[in-house]
């Protein structure tokens, strides 16, 4: 009983040193380091059972572990056989790591995709300023290993999918939205999967370069921009376009800012959509129109005085009648002064 104490307590120190390697797996020397090292990494019990013949007596140096690559040489002498064992798994440590971190498509569909899914779920349906409780390093470390072992195509074919069905349910709930409420709901869209973007883009950033890039020639983030291109903007592109341009023409009927972020977002999406309104789309993005000719001038001004006329009609003043106003009322209030101030009342 004493000696298979012996031997359990030698099992379980320095010769089974356990490693950690870059993605946290932890294995045991083992076997392994003992096959790299014969006699000099038999456990401490089986020397002090069988003598010299299982290992080194104790005023023995230890035999030296061969160079690997000129870089790892023997053991110290009187050091055991722990430190021996250590250089015999860093020289072999990018084998193991290769070993011990294989993911099968099973391992993936199970594992590590449900984890990008659910992540992608919460980034697609969050609003500005929301808090989500992901881990962006855990997702990287997801993307990064499935992509390294060789499962790039079907992590795209699933995101690609999973995008998909996510546009095609925000299409049909912009179908159902009453007109005056359409707009509003097309720019919280639009703004919601822009904003998704930013951090989805990231995330698959390993998988872009070394698939989308490398071997499909494209852009995610351009793939991501033409899926809402398709299966949101362009079925709902001609029922927006009126209803844009019928706010246009009545002020303050949607807020400038949501104006500006619809037009500029359209632009984005499939700039010749320009040609559809011309004149609205040069109000948010520059040299939309064509250069201004001297022919043209007498034109220029007669839209600008429509315009002002349509400004008068809705309650607005021209800005000289405002001035004059103000200077009325600055000298009104100025000679009231000035009588309060004699005794006048």
Partial sequence: MEEEGMEEEGGSGGCEAMMDDQNHNNWGAGDYGRHLLGPAAAPLGDRLLHGPAAGPTAGTELPAVPEANGVLRGCEPGKGGAGAIAAAININASTSKFLMNVITIEDYKSTYWPKLDSAIDQLLTQSPGD????????????????????????????????????????????QASPPDLYIERFNVALGQYMGALQSIVPLFIYMNKFYIETKLNRDLKDDLIKLFTEHVAEKHIYNLMPLLLEAQSTPFQITPSTMA?????????????????????SKFIPNILPPAVESELQEYAAQDQKLQRELMQNGFDRGDQSRKRAGEELTYNGSSACASSRGYR
């Fill in 261 to 281: 972020n619809i037009v500029k977002g359209l632009y984005t999406l499939r700039p010749e959509w320009v040609q559809m309104a011309p004149a609205l789309f």
């Fill in 131 to 174: 808090y989500i409780p992901i881990s962006y390093e855990q997702i990287y470390s997801c993307v990064y290993k499935c992509v390294c072992q060789q499962h790039s195509e079907q992590m795209y074919s699933d995101l690609i999918k999973k995008i998909t069905n996510h546009l095609e349910r925000v299409s049909k709930e912009l």
